[in-house]
Structures are given as structure tokens and as C-alpha cells.
């Protein structure tokens, strides 16, 4: 520990370059090093919710980050990601809770649009987009680091009109 008085046990005296994680007072901490995120409920920053049925239990997250399309705040959407439980896929959960998590979005924000972008192989998510509204746009090439390599993906969307209709 560094005194107030400034002088430092022979354990802080470095023979080379060393890399301090804050000042070398005790004064001038620059904080953890780790950045906690505090997943949040607003829809209007990046934030997630958990999935749960009617007793509660845990069936999985949502969560969602942004695109700028555009300079202006309106050229902005939501890209959300979805991850079930393995005993709760293949039960429907997945395409009702992005059509709700659409629905929270286009219900309490001003997004014209809503993506996901998810793995071409993923073939699970991609019905479940279909079948809670979505329409596939196009390739995105080498956009997702997975597993030690980069995936291409297919992007969808849902637009306020396609989900007001
Ligand atoms: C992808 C995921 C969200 C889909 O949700 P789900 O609740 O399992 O899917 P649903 O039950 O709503 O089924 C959607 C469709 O996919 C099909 N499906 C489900 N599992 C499948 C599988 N392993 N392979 C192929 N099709 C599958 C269903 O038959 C259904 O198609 P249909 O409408 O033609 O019958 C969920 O499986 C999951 O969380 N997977 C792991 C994480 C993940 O891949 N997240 C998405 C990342 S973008």
C-alpha cells in the first residue's frame, strides 16, 4: 500500500516498464479495470429482460443493442438477440417472445424497424423470425465472431407498418 506521506515499500519499486491500473497515490484510482454492465430496462438503450412462464421459471434472456443507419437520432434501431433454455426450445417460446419484445419496442419507441441479425445455419431462429414476422434482407458477410472464426449471417427486420398492419 502507498502512505499518504508518499513513500513506497520496496514491494512497489519496479526495475521495469509496469502498467498501474490508476495513479500512484492512493488519491488517484482510476477504478476497476473490469467494466460491470448492469443489464437495464429501458428500451432505448442497449438492455435485456428475462424469459419466464406463468410459474416463474426461467426459461431465458433477451437483449438488445443498436444500428445507425443513418446521422440523425431517427436512422437508429434495435438489433435483439434471443437465448432459450435447451428444455425450452422447440416449444414456440422462441417466436412469441420476439414478436412481444417487437411489440414492446414499436409500442414505446419511435424504431421504424427492429433486426436480428442470427447465423445462416441457425435454422431454429430463422423459422421463429419468419413465423413472428420477420423478412430476411440479405447476407451480412463475416460479421459475427463465434467459436474461434467469423459467421456469415442473415439480417431480418420487422417494420412498424409490416407490425401495425
Ligand atoms: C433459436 C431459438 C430462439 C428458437 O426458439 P424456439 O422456441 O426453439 O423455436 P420455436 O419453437 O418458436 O420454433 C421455431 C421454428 O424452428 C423450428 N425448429 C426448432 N428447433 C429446430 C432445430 N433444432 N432445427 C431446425 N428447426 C428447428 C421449429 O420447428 C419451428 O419451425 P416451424 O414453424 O416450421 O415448425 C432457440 O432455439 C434458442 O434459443 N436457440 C439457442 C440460441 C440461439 O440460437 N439464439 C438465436 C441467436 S440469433
Excluded at 443489464?39 to 444500428?67: C, K, N, Y
Excluded at 416449444?91 to 417472445?97: A, D, H, K, M, S
Excluded at 413465423?131 to 440479405?138: C, K, M, Q, V
Aim: charged share 25%.
Amino acid at each position: 500500500m502507498v502512505s499518504a506521506h508518499g513513500d513506497h515499500p520496496a514491494s512497489l519499486h519496479r526495475r521495469g516498464p509496469a502498467l498501474l491500473a490508476g495513479g500512484d497515490s492512493p488519491f488517484d484510482d482510476w477504478g476497476p479495470a473490469q467494466r460491470v454492465e448492469v443489464p437495464q430496462h429501458r428500451l432505448d438503450t442497449p438492455g435485456g429482460l428475462v424469459i419466464v412462464d406463468e410459474r416463474e421459471t426461467v426459461l431465458g434472456t433477451v437483449s438488445w443493442v443498436f444500428a445507425q443507419w443513418g446521422p440523425n437520432a431517427a436512422s437508429r434501431n434495435p438489433i435483439i438477440g434471443i437465448w432459450l433454455r435447451r428444455e425450452a426450445r422447440g416449444r414456440g417460446v422462441g417466436t412469441e417472445t420476439q414478436r412481444q419484445l417487437v411489440d414492446l419496442h414499436f409500442r414505446h419507441t419511435t424504431a421504424n424497424r427492429v433486426e436480428v441479425h442470427t447465423d445462416v445455419e441457425n435454422v431454429a431462429e430463422q423459422r421463429a423470425l419468419a413465423r413472428a414476422g420477420f423478412t430476411s434482407e440479405d447476407i451480412i458477410r463475416g460479421a459475427q465472431w463465434r467459436d474461434g472464426a467469423f459467421h456469415d449471417g442473415f439480417l431480418f427486420s420487422i417494420l412498424r407498418a409490416e407490425w401495425a398492419a
